[in-house]
């Protein structure tokens, strides 16, 4: 177990670190975040958005003089990922709205990533520059082209210290090989390959060829009116590169193994919870589509999150999950008002911490909720402006239902179902947690002592 990642309600007091992004006021949907990720260190950060931007954070160095305050996030490279695009064949167009963003392992003194939007993934390298060369012998500085005639000597070109410049230059564009809407990218252990997932495909990549691709899902059938699932989510397990999974609208998840067939079209475990025919309804089928599927660092357990709930699944017992933990229960008598507004549909995110003892995911109100695996705790916490002192430690909230109201509860009725977070972060090794709220990302630690 990482140390200072142990039982989280009984030691981890919460408290705000930094809010990132401007207060609501004429926020526009551009600006709304659309997914969070940390770097394998943990020393990046990055978010992208649904104008098309992705924004990198870094943590400073902790200073001498505060050691008690660690390193704060600050920008360290913005750039335009994704512009929006027409297809004039299906006249549609494709926004430019960040999916998901996948950091790859750091080889060298530069970082790359893989950003897409709902056709197209592209690599990107971000890099520094802090000198520059000068004293070309066919350019002026100016970078004008010299007569060559005029040219008597030869120079040495010399490099000349510069203010640090941090570069973003695409290096790798992957276009054309998905029909639908992208909705996964997940890096192979491997660090050659990489996966796509829409709703029917999912496609293995060489990150070396751009031009094509490999089928290696596709529930897609001969008829489009038979089609009774689609693919919501999948990922790369963290250390098998043969093995991946992929989670449906129709709440299974389905473990595939590349070594035994090219096409994973026959999946080699099947995991499904049978229905409770006592619970059976007309939002049954909605609210059991899987939004988000995660290994944890170990590679034992699949975690999965439907719109109730989390579950835990262990990878050698297909039947049923061995840990369920209800995310807001309170909202299944408002299952039919939520059907209208729509917000039955949102897809909620969930992850582990670093020793994959605590899980944590997002629900309405601007709560997230984190479950503690060992003690079988479980806490609701706010991002709001409100408690953005530094330090200031994260008070628990709770939802009351019915009945009499205590005055630190917040009634069901008076939730607002407009403010949602939907993508969260944890740090690979600490207790830092990075949480979306519209246009703003909050980030979260552990109360030092």
């Known amino acids: 177990m990482i140390p200072g990642i142990g039982n989280l309600m009984q030691d981890v007091l919460w408290c705000f670190s930094q809010v990132k992004g401007t207060i609501d006021i004429g926020v526009t949907e551009a600006d709304i975040i659309s997914t969070v990720e940390f770097n394998h260190t943990g020393e990046l950060l990055a978010t992208g958005d649904k104008g098309g931007r992705v924004v990198i954070f870094q943590r400073e160095q902790e200073s001498k003089n505060q050691p008690h305050r660690r390193g704060e996030y600050n920008v360290y490279s913005t750039f335009q990922s994704h512009e929006p695009e027409f297809d004039y064949l299906k ?16 080889q060298n003194a530069a970082y790359f990533l893989l950003s897409t939007n709902d056709k197209t993934v592209k690599l990107w390298k971000v890099s520094e520059r802090d000198k520059r060369p000068e004293g070309y012998n066919l350019k002026d500085e100016d970078g ?5 005639s ?24 992957f276009a054309n090989a998905h029909t639908y809407h992208i909705n996964s990218i997940s890096v192979n252990s491997d660090y050659e390959t990489y996966m796509s997932a829409d ?4 496609n293995l990549w060489n990150f070396e060829i751009t031009n ?26 963290p250390h098998h590169c043969n093995t991946f999974v992929y989670s449906s609208s129709k709440g299974t998840i389905r473990l595939c193994d590349m070594r035994a067939s090219a096409l994973c079209d026959r999946h080699s475990k099947f995991f499904e919870e049978p229905e409770d025919p006592s619970n059976r309804s007309f939002f049954s089928e909605i609210i059991s589509s899987i939004s988000d599927v995660k290994f944890s660092h170990s590679g034992r357990y699949i975690m999965t999150r439907d719109y109730l709930t989390v579950k835990v699944w262990d990878l050698n017992m297909e039947n049923r999950p061995i840990e369920t933990y209800q995310v807001h229960d309170y909202l299944r008598s408002k299952l039919c008002s939520l059907y209208e507004n729509d917000c039955i549909f949102d897809k909620f995110e969930c992850v ?7 899980i944590m995911t997002g629900s309405y ?5 984190m479950f503690d695996r060992n003690t079988k705790r479980d806490v609701t916490l706010e991002a709001s402006r409100e408690n953005s002192k530094p330090r200031a430690i994260l008070k628990p909230r709770k939802v009351c239902v019915g009945g009499k109201r205590r005055k630190d509860e917040i009634s069901v009725d008076s939730l607002d179902f407009s403010k949602k977070i939907l993508h969260t972060a944890w740090h690979p090794s600490e207790n830092i947690i990075a949480v979306a709220a519209t246009n703003n990302l909050y980030i979260f630690q552990d109360k030092v002592n």
């Open 91 to 106: 006249s549609l167009e494709i926004e430019e709205k960040i999916n998901k963003i996948r950091w790859l392992p750091q």
């Open 144 to 148: 004008r082209l010299r007569d060559p």
């Open 150 to 173: 005029m040219i008597t000597m030869l120079r040495v070109p010399v490099l000349k210290p510069m203010d640090l410049m941090v570069e973003a230059t695409p290096r790798r564009v």
């Open 199 to 202: 709703d029917l495909r999912i």
């Open 212 to 237: 094509q691709s490999f089928n290696i899902v596709d529930i897609k059938p001969a008829n489009m009116e038979e089609l009774t699932e689609v693919i919501t989510a999948a990922e790369f397990h």
């Open 352 to 358: 582990w911490n670093g020793s994959d003892s605590v």
């Open 365 to 369: 109100n601007n709560f997230f909720r």
